[in-house]
C-alpha cells in the first residue's frame, strides 16, 4: 500500500462519515511519516470556515516539516468547490513563508472516495 493510500485510509476513518464538515491536518517529518494530527474545525453539514493560522499553529509547535490538510464532504461528492481551491493556494502560499511544506489536501466521502489535489494537479 502506497503512501497516499495509507493517508487517505487514516483521514477516511477519522472523518470520512462524519455528518458535520470536519477539517484536520496531519503533521509531518521530514520522512513524511506522520507524527500527529489536529481537527482544526467543526462546520455544518456543508461548509467549514478555515482559520490559516488554525492550521499552521500545532505545526509550528511541534516542529513538523510539512502538513496534509483534509476534510470530508458529507454529501458524498469528492470534487473540491472553488472555496475548497482559494483556500488551498492560501495555505500553500502561506506555508511557503513559514518553511512548512503543504504536501496535499485531501477531501474524503462517507463511501471512501477520495479526491487529492496533488494527484489531480491543482497543487504545484
Do not use: W
Amino acid at each position: 500500500m502506497t503512501l497516499k493510500m495509507k493517508m487517505n485510509r487514516f483521514v477516511h476513518q477519522l472523518i470520512g462519515k462524519k455528518d458535520r464538515e470536519y477539517t484536520v491536518v496531519l503533521f509531518l517529518d521530514n520522512g513524511l511519516k506522520v507524527t500527529g494530527y489536529e481537527i482544526v474545525t467543526i462546520g455544518s453539514n456543508n461548509y467549514s470556515t478555515i482559520s490559516i493560522p488554525e492550521v499552521f499553529k500545532t505545526a509550528i509547535k511541534t516542529n513538523a516539516c510539512s502538513i496534509i490538510f483534509a476534510h470530508n464532504h458529507p454529501g458524498g461528492n469528492p470534487k473540491p468547490s472553488e472555496d475548497d481551491i482559494i483556500i488551498t493556494r492560501r495555505i500553500k502560499d502561506a506555508g511557503e513563508i513559514l518553511q512548512i511544506k503543504l504536501t496535499d489536501h485531501i477531501i474524503v466521502t462517507p463511501s471512501g472516495e477520495f479526491f487529492s489535489f496533488v494527484t489531480n494537479g491543482l497543487l504545484k
